[in-house]
């Protein structure tokens, strides 16, 4: 079953264009990783599927879960099963994990989250990805390492459960811990009802992976899609051999 089908989409940032015509289709239950060089467009890609507001759809359809949903507000899609890990302060003084993804679940349900309930459910996604109990009651951020924000991130997605997950990985500069947490995490939470697109240049992480599709977006467009072997074949000759290549097809 098909998830999210983009068709010929156009994005502006301040009237300049970024997404020249993409399209990507996504099954229920896939593993998804785009690649691309520093400029390509794959943070605008994320955050247009969020529906930040900053970013201008002039062009093109998105359906989610055969829903065009080009018009909904980010409150709106992440009701609907969307998920891109939280943008939020470095720190939040006084405000434990356990309290931020507690919040987080109150505002993406629209239910009410009980103090105790929630902390049950916490436990089990905890214990399911292996994360120790004291972690939920400590600061949010406060002295985390790398890998620790991300621990944040792939707990966000177990207690939020959506359809789709954007994980951005590209500027984060992740040692090779962090890369084994968003790995392992993103291995658990996968499942034939959830499909997860991973926006990645580090080569560990693919392998970690192992992606059913990797996708090159390039200028704004996707280019070329393959296996494993076409994130090989750009380690090995680089992003202006596929340029050259694919540009004009
Ligand atoms: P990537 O994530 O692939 O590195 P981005 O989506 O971040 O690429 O950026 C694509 C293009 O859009 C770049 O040319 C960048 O300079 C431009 N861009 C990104 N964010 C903004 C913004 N907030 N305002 C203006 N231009 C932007
Ligand atoms: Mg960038
Ligand atoms: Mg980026």
Redesign the pocket.
Known sequence: KNILNIKDLKVQ??E?E?LKGLNLQINAGEIHIIM??????????A?TLMGHP?YDITNGEIIFDDELINELRADERAKKGIFLSFQYPEEIPGVTVEEFLRTAKTSVTGKFQGVMAFKKVLKEKMKELEIAEEYAARYLNQGFSGGEKKKNEILQMAVLEPKLAVL?E??SGLDVDAIRIVAEGVKRMHNDKRSILV?THYNKLLEYLNPHYVHI?LDGRIVKTGGIDLANEIDEKGYEHIRSIYSYQ
Do not use: H, Q
């Open positions: 940032i301040d300049k970024i691309g060089p520093n400029g390509s467009g794959k943070s605008t890609l955050y900053k951005d590209t500027d926006i977006l």
